[in-house]
């Protein structure tokens, strides 16, 4: 089920992702990245996570008494972080499983976790609206995170919208409790720093038993709107700073500079 392997550091120029991690994607929703960044590359970004959040918090130490979440959060920091959406392995995984023209929709969030996360989705929390356009997220888990102990857990193959909208039918029939540890074909995906975690925004997930203060960032992203509905599900979700632009490498740039058009027109509205 996960179609990944533990290998070292990637070369920028290799392709991220295989045409057998494409289509496990597609089929079931996920994808699990071993190492493509190195231990000491995501302790670089969870100490500057933990900065931003200290300054967050007014300076104080994390009293753990409940999670801390910033979104966004890259724009404390832009040095550190910005690179990374020019990260050539980071767009790699990004463009392998949505397409060379998908784009990062201006989401992100950096998180100091407490307690368990319940069932839930990303496109839509746990209501029955789901969208058909396949968006994703990007996980850095910057803790080894194991079954039980704080890593992701989900649901095979329910990003396709009928089964998205089959479970929230099964909660309002009470046979999912969202708060449950175990649903039938549940998957946990334990990490290790390096690691990233891939996964559909309609896929759904949860986490729990991680350990107080749980360090984790992610960032959101989508495939390139073609028709008008597709437009109408990216327009609402992306909202860009004058950060992105500032900071884009060429990359970013032609990809975004393509939905700018849209955005102003929206904006300006
Ligand atoms: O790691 C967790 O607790 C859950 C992460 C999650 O639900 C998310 O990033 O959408």
Not at 58 to 85: A, H, M
Not at 120 to 133: F, K, Q
Request: aromatic share 10%.
């Amino acid at each position: 089920m996960d179609a990944s392997s533990r290998t070292p550091a990637k070369d920028a120029t290799e392709s991220v992702v295989s045409d057998a991690q494409r289509s496990h994607f597609r089929t079931f929703g996920f994808v699990a990245f071993r190492q493509l960044f190195t231990p000491d590359e995501i302790e670089h970004y969870a100490q500057a996570l933990e900065r931003i959040l200290r300054r967050d918090r007014g300076g104080g130490d994390f009293d753990g008494k409940e999670r801390q979440s910033l979104n966004p959060f890259i724009e404390y920091d832009r040095e550190t972080f910005f690179p990374l959406l020019d990260d050539e392995r980071h767009l790699g995984i990004v463009d392998g499983l949505l397409g060379e023209d998908s784009l990062y929709t201006g989401g992100n969030d950096g998180n100091l976790y407490v307690g368990d996360t319940t069932w839930h989705t990303d496109a839509n929390g746990i209501s029955p609206n789901v969208h058909m356009l396949p968006c994703l997220k990007t996980a850095f888990y910057c803790d080894p995170v194991g079954d039980g102990q704080g890593c992701l857990s989900v649901i095979p193959g329910s990003h396709h919208p009928q089964v998205c909208r089959q479970l929230y039918e099964a909660i309002q029939a009470g046979v999912f409790d969202v708060n449950a540890p175990d649903v039938p074909g549940r998957v946990p995906l334990e990490s290790m720093p390096g690691d990233v975690m891939a996964f559909d925004h309609r896929l759904w997930h949860s986490s729990r038993g991680g350990k107080v203060g749980r360090r984790m960032f992610t960032f959101n992203w989508s495939t390139f709107p073609r028709q008008a509905w597709e437009e109408e599900v990216v327009l609402n979700r992306t909202k860009y700073g004058p950060q992105i632009w500032e900071t884009a490498g060429p990359r970013r740039k032609q990809k975004i500079a393509r939905l700018a058009v849209d955005l102003e027109e929206s904006d300006g509205a």
